[in-house]
């Protein structure tokens, strides 16, 4: 079992950057591949990026690529998603997600655990 918690939502003006973090309970957090997903309202949630359990090899959205990077700390069971260059529509519910195993990173029916979300909000 894998506990997620996230935080550094907030709010930001458009061009602005914000660093969140998702922390891990249990001492598998090593074992488990991590992803970032977001909500805007009235839309699916979607895929932003993902990180193998090494930290070695990262997947990104095309709507990320350049502007976000996702990290690891296995030391600190701790995953993050730096946001830069921060745009009106990257306005969301942010999630992050864990799985074992995963023949698809970008499918949400992959992920076994996910933590509660937090708000960011991009003003322009």
């Known amino acids: 079992q894998v506990q997620l918690v996230e935080s550094g939502g907030g709010l930001v003006q458009a061009g602005g950057s914000l660093r969140l973090s998702c922390a891990a309970s249990?001492?598998?957090?090593?074992?488990?591949?991590m992803a970032w997903f977001r909500q805007a309202p009235g839309k699916e949630r979607e895929f932003v990026g993902s990180?193998?359990?090494?930290?070695?090899?990262?997947l990104s959205a095309d709507s990320a690529k350049g502007r976000f990077r996702i990290s690891r700390d296995n030391a600190k069971n701790t995953v993050y998603l730096q946001m830069n260059s921060l745009k009106p529509e990257d306005t969301a519910v942010y999630y992050c997600a864990a799985t074992g195993g995963s023949y698809d990173f970008t499918r949400m029916d992959q992920y076994d655990f996910w933590g509660q979300g937090t708000q960011v909000t991009v003003s322009s």
């Open positions: 249990g001492r598998s957090f090593s074992r488990f591949a």
């Open positions: 990180i193998n359990q090494s930290g070695g090899s990262t």
